[in-house]
């Protein structure tokens, strides 16, 4: 009776956690269009790739340049000072092409930022995610070819002005980069906890014993509506203001059939059938696959969601095995203390010995096939978990 109380408890509470939980939101190429037309102009790859191009920005400007470091709940946080920035630093991928330069190709995966990174005892470098490399809730960061980016990606400082606020006047010479670049240890550090993707690229404390300063940690605030965060930007607080467009904002965009996107004029340098973003904008009508182009983003969120029920769900099971190994181990301290009056079933219990006589020798065969009890009762399997860690970084 015990079991069955607390197996319903189990579930009764599994079932509250579910209805607290708050799905994901998921913004759409419509809004990506809308928003980001204003500072750039949208390109139609080779296949019906989509990218958009930023405008009025200069030759040596690189993508996560202008803007600072923070470290957060959800790791490190970029916060860009450019008006793009909550959408092309926080979704989406950036890839330096031969012919049109820095691109974006959008994608409906929200993080702090997506980086990869490189450190030594010197300096700390970081360089924008291709759109070869995807997200995964149990191995992090992927990449669907032999990736190898170029020096001319990265941007490097000394460990003193890694949170500096204009962190772009400390960049180090691209000439300075090519000759310690090759030296330096490569790292992404990309994983979920529960709900929230985390960017623990370089651990905090290792740079704070390389930089000599404390790194506090700032709160994210969430900001649906883009006046408000427009607005509150540049507020100097312990928050950080992260717009995330509502669900209202993305429906109050027009869809278009005709996107004012052009046609590119020359063959990307981008490796097509590499990409693997949960986007597939191939088709000329855009708004018509909006379905197909956030499928595994869908995917995705839904994994971070079901990932945090699995754990509530694993540790809830882990909880209902002990106990009822402590019952089973009460249980049989008590039949240990107990006198066993009679071992064979009532059923089964001998009828008072007849008289002896000499003719009648051996036993009887209801004597030999009387069953026997068997232990029949195995320990429950014990559910083994494993967690992959990776190494501090070499000091």
Same mark, same amino acid.
């Given at each position: ?6 197996? $319903? ?42 990218? @958009? ?15 600072? @470091? ?17 959408? %092309? ?24 930022? @997506? ?31 032999? @990736? ?29 980069? $090519?000759?310690?670049?090759?030296? %330096? ?69 027009? %869809? ?12 990307? =340098? ?12 191939? $088709?000329?009508?855009? =708004? ?23 754990? $509530? ?74 967690? %992959? ?7």
């Amino acid at each position: 009776m015990k079991k069955i109380i607390y197996l $319903s408890t189990v579930i009764i509470l599994l079932f509250i956690i579910r209805l607290n939980a708050k799905p994901i939101q998921e913004v759409s190429f419509d809004y990506f269009y809308s928003s980001l037309s204003p500072y750039g102009d949208w390109i139609e790859l080779q296949d019906g790739i989509k990218a @958009w191009r930023p405008n009025n920005i200069s030759p040596e400007w690189k993508p996560y340049s202008i803007g600072r @470091w923070n470290w957060t709940d959800n790791g490190w946080y970029w916060d860009s000072d450019e008006p793009f920035g909550w959408a %092309t630093y926080h979704y989406g991928r950036w890839y330096d092409d031969e012919y049109y330069g820095w691109i974006w190709v959008p994608d409906y995966t929200w993080g702090p930022s @997506w980086v990869e990174w490189r450190y030594d005892n010197d300096y700390v470098g970081w360089a924008p995610l291709p759109p070869y490399a995807s997200f995964s809730l149990n191995l992090g960061i992927r990449f669907s070819t032999g @990736w190898h980016s170029h020096y001319r990606y990265w941007n490097f400082v000394n460990y003193g002005h890694f949170c500096d606020s204009h962190i772009n006047r400390f960049f180090i010479d691209e000439r300075r980069v $090519s000759r310690f670049f090759e030296h %330096t240890n490569y790292r992404t550090n990309y994983y979920s906890d529960r709900d929230r993707i985390i960017n623990g690229g370089i651990e905090r404390s290792f740079i704070e014993r390389r930089g000599g300063f404390r790194i506090p940690e700032r709160e994210i605030r969430i900001v649906d509506n883009y006046r408000d965060f427009d607005r509150n930007r540049n507020d100097k607080n312990d928050r950080i203001n992260s717009y995330r467009p509502s669900q209202s904002e993305i429906n109050n965009v027009r %869809t278009r059939e005709n996107f004012e996107i052009k046609r590119g004029e020359n063959r990307s =340098s981008l490796q097509n059938d590499k990409i693997r973003l949960p986007m597939d904008n191939r $088709s000329s009508n855009v =708004s018509g696959n909006r379905i197909n182009e956030r499928s595994r983003a869908a995917e995705i969120n839904r994994g971070i969601q079901s990932n945090r029920e699995e754990n $509530s769900r694993t540790e809830n099971r882990d909880n209902f095995r002990n106990n009822v190994r402590n019952d089973e181990r009460i249980q049989k301290n008590m039949n240990r203390e107990q006198p066993q009056i009679s071992q064979v079933p009532n059923n089964q219990r001998r009828s008072p010995a007849p008289e002896k006589r000499i003719e009648q020798r051996g036993n009887s065969a209801s004597e030999k096939n009387t069953p026997q009890r068997g232990n029949s009762q195995r320990p429950a399997p014990q559910q083994q978990r494993g967690q %992959t860690h990776e190494k501090d970084p070499k000091k």
